[in-house]
C-alpha cells in the first residue's frame, strides 16, 4: 500500500478507537460519508410516512401534529444530516489529494468537527419522543409558530447550535488547507474545480453559520427569557426573524449546490475525454452565484408584505441568478460536445445532474417571477422545486462523487451492472416521485399539509408511488459500497482512462498520508 | 407540443369552471376570474415557454452530443476548451431574455399593488384554525370554519366533492366591484390563499397587509390557508361566492343584527 519508510506514520490504535482518536483526512472523511449514508436512510424513512399519508386523501396512518413533525425534521436531517456531512466527506477525502498535500491543515479540529455531529443530531433525534412531539413548525423556524413547541424546543436550538458549530470548524479547516497546503506550483487558477467551489462554499458558510446562530438564539430567548424580538405584542418584529432566517438560508442553499458543481465538473473531462470548457469563466460563475446568494434572500417571502421597491429589487436580482448558472449549464454542454463519451456510472450520474438540476433551475427562474410567485407561493410547486435541485441536483451528484472515486478510495472497482441499475431505477423514481408535484402546485395544493381535496389524488398516489420506490433503489448502492470494500476488480491508480488530477497519481487506495513529499505539478 | 398545449388548455378550461374535478386535470394554474389573475397566468405562461424553448436547446445538443460523440461509435475527441466570444454570447443573450421578461412582470406587479379607490373593505383575521371575515363599511362580521365531516376526514364517509374546501360561512362578495382586503392574524402565521383571483398574502400578527381584486364572474371560488400554522393548517379553508351586486345587498342587509353569526 505504502512505502515503508511511511509506515511508522500509520500508526494508529485499531478497532473503535482507531476511529475516536483519528486525526486522518481519509479516516475523518470515511466517518462523515457512513455518517450521511446512515441519515439519508433516517431521513429517508420520515420522507416515506409522509408519502405514505399522503398516498390517498383522508387521515389513514399519522396525527396531523406528527405529520408536521417528519416534514420539519425530514427537512433538518437532509440539509444538516446528509447533504452538508456528504460534502464535508467529499472534501476531506479529496482537498489534500488534490492539491498535492499530506493531510488537512487542522487535523484535530478535523476531528472535533465530526465528533460533533452524532452528539447534535442524537439530540435532534430525541425529541421524537419528548413531551409534545418533535419540533414541527417546518424547519424554517418561523415565529410564533415555533414558540410552540413543547420539550424539544431547547434541543432543537442546541442542537442547531452545534451542527452550525461543526460547518464552521469544518469550513475553517478546508479554507486553510486549499490556502496552506498546495503543493508548489498548484496556483489558484490550476485547482481542480472542485476545490475551487469547496473554497467558496467554506466561506459562505462562514458568513452564514452565525446569523443562523444569532436567529435561533434570539427564538430561544423570546421563549425562555420573555424578549420579544419576533413578538408583534412587545414591539417585535415576526417578519424579521424571517430576513434573519433567509440572509442565512440562501446562501445555505448554494451550500448544498456549489460542491456539486466541482464534483460535475470533474467528472465529465474525465469520460468525454476532453478538458472541461472554460475553467475561468467556470471559477468566476461560481463565485457570482456566491455573491449573489447575499442579495436575494427575500424572494423567499415574497408574499410577507414588502413594498412594490423592494419586491422589484428582489426579482431582478433573483433573476441574475440564471445568468452564471446558465454559464456552467452551457460550460459542461459544451465540455461534452465533440467529445469522446463513454458512459459509466458516475458520468451517468453527472449528466442526469445537469438535465435534472436544469430542471430545477427552470423552475427557479419561474419562481423569481414575483405576480406568478404569488400563485407559486407555499405550494407543491415549491416543494417539487426545490427536490429537484436537491434531490436528483445535489443528491445525485454525491452519488456520482462515491462512483467516481470509490475505486481510488478501496482499491476495488464496484459492480458496474449494479451502479447502472441504481442509476436508472432512481433516475426514473425520482421524477416519478417529483414531475407530478408541479402539477398539483399549480392546481392549487398547497405544501405541508396531510390531507388534501380530490382533485390532486392521482398525482399524490404517482408521487407516492415514486417516494418508495426511489427508497428502495437507494439499498442497491448500500450493497454495491460494501461489495466495493472489500471486494471486486483491481483498481488500477489512474482507475479511469480520461481522468486528470493528482489524486490518480497515487496508488489505489491511496497511503495513510497522501502525499508526504510535495508532487510536481507541470 | 401542440397536443401538450392542447391538454393544457383543457386543464384550464376544466378547472375555472366552478365543477371540481377529480382526476389528471389538476395540471396547470387557473386563469381565474379577475384582470390581474388573466395576466398572471399569460406571465406564467410565458416564463414556461422561454424555460422549455431553452431547455429543447439545451438538451438537444446534449442528445445529439451523447448519441453522435460517443467512444463506442470510434469517435475521436477533439482539444478545443475555451473559447472567450461563446462565454459573452451565452451571458449576453440570457441577460437579454431576463430583461425582456422583467418588462411584463414589472407592469403587472405595479398593477397588484394598486389598492386605491376600492368600493369594499374586509378585514380577514387567521386564527388558529378558521378565518374571520369583517365587512368594516356595514359592521357584518362571522367566522368561516371547516365544514367538512371527521367521518369524512377519517375515511368513514365517502368523500364529498367539495372535500377539505367547503366552510360553513362563505365570504360573500359582488362582482365587479373593487374590493380591499386587509389581512391579519391573531395568533401564529397564516396565508390567505384564493388560486382563482391569483390573491394570496400572509397573515401576520400585529401587521396588516393589503391586497385587491375585481372579481369578474359569479361563481364559488375556493382557497387554502398557504402558510404553516400548525397542526390543523391543512384544514382551514377559504370559499368566496362571488354574487351580483342585488344579490350581494340583500345577503348583507339579512345579516345585518345577525348576532348569532359573530359568535364562535
Redesign the interface.
Known amino acids: 500500500m505504502s512505502s515503508a519508510v511511511e509506515d511508522h506514520h500509520e500508526d494508529h490504535p485499531s478497532g473503535l478507537m482507531r476511529w475516536i482518536t483519528t486525526t486522518n483526512h481519509k479516516d475523518i472523511g470515511t466517518l462523515y460519508l457512513w455518517f450521511s449514508l446512515i441519515m439519508f436512510f433516517i431521513g429517508g424513512f420520515m420522507a416515506l410516512i409522509i408519502r405514505t399519508e399522503l398516498f390517498q386523501p383522508g387521515l389513514q396512518f399519522v396525527d396531523p401534529q406528527f405529520f408536521n413533525s417528519m416534514t420539519t425534521m425530514h427537512a433538518l436531517v437532509m440539509i444538516f444530516g446528509v447533504v452538508m456531512p456528504a460534502f464535508t466527506g467529499l472534501a476531506n477525502w479529496l482537498i489534500p489529494m488534490m492539491v498535492g498535500g499530506p493531510d488537512m491543515a487542522l487535523p484535530r479540529m478535523n476531528n472535533m468537527s465530526f465528533w460533533i455531529l452524532p452528539f447534535a443530531f442524537a439530540m435532534l433525534l430525541s425529541t421524537l419522543f419528548m413531551d409534545g412531539g418533535a419540533p414541527a413548525g417546518g424547519w424554517t423556524l418561523y415565529p410564533p409558530l415555533s414558540l410552540q413547541t413543547g420539550d424539544a424546543f431547547p434541543f432543537l436550538i442546541f442542537a442547531i447550535h452545534f451542527m452550525g458549530l461543526s460547518s464552521i470548524m469544518g469550513a475553517i479547516n478546508v479554507i486553510a488547507t486549499i490556502l496552506n497546503m498546495r503543493a508548489p506550483g498548484m496556483n489558484l487558477m490550476k485547482m481542480p474545480l472542485f476545490v475551487w467551489t469547496w473554497l467558496i462554499t467554506a466561506f459562505l458558510l462562514i458568513a452564514v453559520m452565525p446569523v443562523l446562530a444569532g436567529g435561533v438564539t434570539m427564538l430561544l430567548t423570546d421563549k425562555f427569557f420573555e424578549t420579544s424580538f419576533f413578538n408583534a405584542a412587545g414591539g417585535g418584529d415576526p417578519v424579521m426573524f424571517q430576513h434573519i432566517f433567509w440572509f442565512f438560508g440562501h446562501p445555505e442553499v448554494y451550500i448544498l449546490i456549489l460542491p456539486s458543481f466541482g464534483v460535475v465538473s470533474s467528472i465529465i473531462p474525465t469520460f468525454a475525454r476532453k478538458p472541461l470548457f472554460g475553467y475561468s469563466s467556470m471559477v468566476y460563475a461560481t463565485a457570482s452565484i456566491a455573491f449573489l446568494s447575499f442579495i436575494v434572500w427575500a424572494h423567499h417571502m415574497f408574499t410577507v408584505g414588502i413594498p412594490l421597491a423592494g419586491e422589484l429589487f428582489f426579482m431582478f436580482a433573483t433573476m441574475l441568478i440564471a445568468v452564471p448558472t446558465g454559464v456552467k449549464v452551457f460550460n459542461w454542454v459544451s465540455t461534452m460536445w465533440r467529445g469522446s463519451m463513454t458512459f459509466e456510472t458516475p458520468m451517468l450520474f453527472a449528466i442526469g445532474f445537469i438535465i435534472m438540476f436544469t430542471i430545477g433551475g427552470f423552475s427557479g427562474l419561474m419562481l423569481a417571477i414575483v405576480p406568478a410567485d404569488f400563485q407559486y407561493h407555499d405550494t407543491y410547486f415549491v416543494v417539487a422545486h426545490f427536490h429537484y435541485v436537491l434531490v436528483p441536483g445535489s443528491i445525485f451528484a454525491i452519488m456520482a462523487a462515491c462512483y467516481y472515486w470509490l475505486p481510488k478510495w478501496t482499491g476495488y472497482m464496484y459492480s458496474e451492472g449494479l451502479g447502472k441499475i441504481h442509476f436508472w431505477l432512481s433516475t426514473i423514481f425520482v421524477n416519478l416521485t417529483f414531475f407530478p408535484m408541479h402539477f398539483v402546485g399549480l392546481a392549487g395544493m398547497p405544501r405541508r399539509i396531510p390531507d388534501y381535496s380530490l382533485q390532486f389524488a392521482d398525482y399524490n398516489m404517482i408521487a407516492s408511488i415514486g417516494a418508495f420506490g426511489f427508497g428502495f433503489a437507494q439499498l442497491i448502492f448500500v450493497y454495491i459500497v460494501f461489495k466495493c470494500m472489500r471486494s471486486g476488480e483491481k483498481a488500477t491508480d489512474e482507475v479511469w482512462e480520461g481522468a486528470e488530477g493528482l489524486e490518480w497519481t497515487l496508488p489505489s487506495p491511496p497511503p495513510y498520508h497522501s502525499f508526504s513529499t510535495p508532487p510536481n505539478i507541470k | 407540443m401542440a397536443l401538450f398545449k392542447k391538454i393544457l388548455l383543457f386543464?384550464v378550461v376544466s378547472?375555472t369552471s366552478s365543477v371540481?374535478?377529480?382526476?389528471?386535470?389538476?395540471?396547470?394554474?387557473?386563469k381565474g376570474v379577475s384582470l390581474?389573475s388573466n395576466?398572471?397566468y399569460d406571465?406564467?405562461m410565458i416564463?414556461?415557454w422561454i424555460?422549455v424553448a431553452?431547455?429543447v436547446v439545451?438538451?438537444g445538443?446534449?442528445a445529439w452530443?451523447?448519441f453522435m460523440?460517443?467512444?463506442?461509435r470510434g469517435?475521436?475527441?477533439?482539444?478545443?476548451?475555451?473559447?472567450t466570444k461563446?462565454?459573452v454570447v451565452?451571458?449576453v443573450i440570457?441577460?437579454l431574455i431576463?430583461v425582456l421578461?422583467?418588462i411584463p412582470?414589472?407592469k403587472?406587479?405595479?398593477k397588484?399593488?394598486d389598492y386605491s379607490n376600492a368600493e369594499i373593505t374586509i378585514k380577514v383575521t387567521g386564527y388558529q384554525w378558521l378565518w374571520q371575515y369583517e365587512y368594516l363599511e356595514s359592521g357584518v362580521s362571522f367566522y368561516s370554519n371547516l365544514k367538512t365531516s371527521y367521518d369524512?376526514?377519517?375515511?368513514k364517509k365517502e368523500?364529498n366533492?367539495?372535500?377539505?374546501?367547503e366552510v360553513d360561512n362563505n365570504l360573500v362578495l359582488p362582482i365587479n366591484k373593487k374590493v380591499r382586503f386587509l389581512i391579519t392574524s391573531n395568533?401564529?402565521?397564516h396565508?390567505w390563499?384564493i388560486?382563482d383571483l391569483?390573491?394570496?398574502?400572509?397573515a401576520?400578527?400585529?401587521?396588516i397587509?393589503?391586497l385587491s381584486t375585481t372579481i369578474l364572474e359569479t361563481g364559488v371560488y375556493r382557497?387554502?390557508?398557504?402558510?404553516?400554522?400548525?397542526?390543523?393548517?391543512?384544514?382551514m379553508p377559504i370559499v368566496i361566492e362571488a354574487v351580483d351586486d342585488k344579490t350581494f345587498e340583500d345577503w348583507l342587509a339579512s345579516k345585518k343584527g345577525d348576532t348569532n353569526l359573530a359568535n364562535r
Open positions: 386543464s378547472l371540481v374535478h377529480s382526476g389528471w386535470d389538476a395540471l396547470n394554474m387557473p390581474i395576466e398572471v406571465l406564467h416564463i414556461l424555460c431553452i431547455g439545451v438538451f445538443a446534449m452530443s451523447i460523440h460517443r467512444k463506442s469517435y475521436k475527441p477533439a482539444t478545443f476548451h475555451e473559447s461563446l462565454e451565452w451571458t440570457p441577460f431576463l421578461m422583467c412582470a414589472t403587472t406587479l405595479i397588484m399593488y369524512e376526514i377519517y375515511n368523500k366533492i367539495n372535500y377539505l374546501q395568533d401564529v402565521l396565508a390563499w388560486p391569483a390573491l394570496k398574502s400572509d401576520i400578527p400585529g401587521f397587509n393589503e382557497g387554502k390557508c398557504a402558510e404553516l400554522c400548525g397542526r390543523s393548517h391543512g384544514f
